[in-house]
């Protein structure tokens, strides 16, 4: 986790160190937030829509609460 930080937010880090415990707390946040967006994106592009109509659902609600929409 602190490598995927230092790579994504390298202006919060000084020396690939967080600046501080609330800076890796929040970037973290931010980057699942991120992930979970890209997901949604990727998903509805390749086709999770031939998915069974529960599975699918239950993945978009989970990925939707994930990215904060």
Same mark, same amino acid.
């Given at each position: 986790m602190?490598?995927?930080?230092a790579r994504v ?6 020396d /690939?160190v967080?600046l ?5 707390v929040?970037?973290?946040a931010?980057i699942? %937030?991120?992930? #979970?967006?890209?997901s949604l994106?990727m998903?509805s592009?390749? /086709? ?15 990925h %939707?609460?994930l #990215?904060g929409?």
């Open positions: 602190w490598a995927e930080f937010m390298p202006g919060w880090c000084r /690939g967080p501080s415990w609330r800076h890796f929040y970037g973290l931010h699942y %937030r991120e992930q #979970a967006r890209a994106r998903a592009a390749s /086709g999770i829509v031939y998915a069974a109509k529960n599975d699918a659902k239950d993945w978009h609600e989970r %939707r609460a #990215a929409w």
